[in-house]
């Protein structure tokens, strides 16, 4: 038998999950698998934050061609749309309620079957320790692997908030979590709202609120006051060739790589020539140095970030259509207090500013734990853990990878680890090391686990 552990059933767990059943129904095995899920919130039909909304204009920013979460079957997400009536096309930004009902539906097909055994476990794990997961409501042990698959995590985000009871209510701290909340207010109070944040949050935030308080006008902020653009066609006739990254790849062969692709297009953009690269982008990134990556992080994200992501073009044009009529003014502002002096020029005021990634600011019990046990370290760019390719803390040793870390929470190592596409692979690695490893026992080629004590003898 082994015991595995998922910590998380947003689209990263449920993924892991469905891998680990077809590892073992494919290959038939002897060995029986034991697989507990764990979530924290309560609604079985909860599949992350992403996915909660049910406003119809909300809509995935990537297409559905690149948002099957199974990299060995990338039509899987549009054929259970097709088959479900939405009929989503490659190039479709589907309805992120839709999405969250796919999740769903892979959810309900993780049932127990012969010799896979699944368990649903509600509750929040808090702590880890040899082989044992400490969850609120009790204790689970045996586990001889576990994965955490843990999302975006909420944390203290270079803002501090001091107000008094009666502007609390005005305030949005987490807009995924209170989105009803910000439809009860009346519409005669709400007149103005300040939306922190210009990305692809606040984007959602603007159509949302203007669709609610139509008469408000809507203040967005932040240091560039750059908002995301919509993915334009893909630039023909040229293709970026991977010549330079080898080791020595620099900052400088990247400044360098842009001018060449200036010239060789007539009519360049920044955003052509991130789509040009995108596949190489976190080979890019592992061949700088940590000094490089810094300085990437210090003066090209924020721009990199408005090229990077993009918005379905329907809401891009909504945006230009608030901010040409005045609806929506975009300010170069960093607001660092929400206090009440604050909210007295605002009816209503949305933190759009996402998550934060230094781990030691998450206010996750569970992460605070595996730092202070040293199971994972902050990375050295105070970005997400510090991690190998697989997700797996190497500072443990090779004898400790049990332990696997999937989703934004690779973001040090590589740079491109949030949106579904780059989940998907890393699902993708951890699902080929388990196919490995069933294989290697079935064959008796290592050591097999042995049941009661934990000591794992695989290589
Ligand atoms: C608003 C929003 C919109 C997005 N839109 C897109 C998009 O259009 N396309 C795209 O590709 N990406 C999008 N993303 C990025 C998105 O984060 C990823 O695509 C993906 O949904 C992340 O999945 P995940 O499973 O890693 O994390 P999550 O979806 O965050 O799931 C993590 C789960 O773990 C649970 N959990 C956390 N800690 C514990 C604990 N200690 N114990 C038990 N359970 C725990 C949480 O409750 C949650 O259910 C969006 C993100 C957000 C926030």
């Given at each position: 038998m082994i015991q595995i552990g998922i910590v998380g059933m947003g689209v990263s767990g449920i993924t892991m999950a469905c891998y680990l059943r077809d590892i073992w129904r494919q290959q038939n095995s002897k060995i029986k698998l034991k697989l507990y899920l764990f979530e924290k919130e309560e609604s079985f039909h909860y599949t992350g934050p992403a996915y909660v909304t049910t406003y119809s204009s909300h809509l995935l920013n990537v297409p559905a061609k690149s948002m099957s979460p199974f990299r060995d079957d990338p039509h899987h997400f549009i054929r259970w749309s097709q088959e479900n009536g939405?009929?989503?096309?490659?190039?479709s930004y589907a309805c992120r309620s839709h999405y969250g009902k796919y999740l769903l539906h892979l959810k309900q097909t993780l049932v127990s079957q012969e010799n896979i055994e699944i368990h649903w476990v509600q509750d929040e794990i808090i702590d880890y320790q040899e082989h044992t997961l400490t969850g609120k409501k009790r204790i689970y042990s045996n586990f001889h692997y576990t994965l955490f698959a843990l999302g975006n995590l909420e944390g203290h985000k270079n803002i501090q908030v001091n107000l008094k009871d009666g502007h609390?209510?005005?305030?949005?701290?987490?807009p995924w979590k209170e989105l009803k909340k910000i439809n009860e207010f009346s519409s005669e109070k709400i007149k103005s709202i300040l939306l922190l944040g210009t990305g692809l949050t606040m984007s959602d935030m603007a159509s949302y609120v203007h669709s609610l308080y139509p008469e408000a006008k809507i203040e967005a902020v932040s240091r560039h006051a750059l908002f995301p653009t919509s993915k334009k066609k893909d630039p023909q006739g040229t293709e970026f060739v991977?010549?330079?990254?080898?080791?020595?790849?620099k900052l400088i062969d990247l400044v360098h790589e842009i001018n060449v692709f200036r010239k060789r297009v007539r009519r360049p953009s920044f955003h052509d020539f991130i789509q040009q690269i995108r596949h190489h982008i976190n080979h890019m990134w592992h061949a700088l140095h940590q000094k490089e990556q810094r300085q990437f992080l210090k003066y090209l994200w924020s721009f990199w970030n408005v090229e990077r992501h993009r918005i379905p073009q329907t809401l891009h044009e909504e945006m230009c259509l608030l901010v040409q009529n005045k609806i929506l003014t975009l300010k170069k502002k960093r607001v660092r207090k929400i206090n009440d002096e604050l909210m007295s020029k605002f009816d209503l005021v949305i933190n759009c500013l996402g998550p934060t990634y230094h781990l030691s600011r998450i206010h996750s019990p569970l992460v605070q734990n595996l730092l202070l046990k040293k199971i994972i370290q902050d990375h050295p760019l105070k970005m997400g853990a510090k991690l190998n390719e697989w997700g797996?803390?190497?500072?443990?040793?090779?004898?400790?990878?049990?332990l696997f870390f999937i989703g934004n929470i690779q973001i040090g190592e590589?740079?491109?680890?949030?949106a579904l596409p780059d989940i998907a692979e890393q699902c993708y690695k951890v699902k080929l090391y388990f196919e490995e490893l069933l294989k290697n026992l079935e064959s008796g080629r290592v050591g097999r686990i042995r049941?009661?004590?934990?000591q794992i003898d695989i290589c």
């Open positions: 939405y009929c989503y096309q490659e190039m609390s209510s005005c305030y949005i701290e987490r991977a010549t330079n990254l080898a080791e020595s790849f797996t803390p190497n500072h443990l040793g090779s004898e400790n990878n049990h590589s740079i491109e680890s949030t049941d009661n004590s934990l």
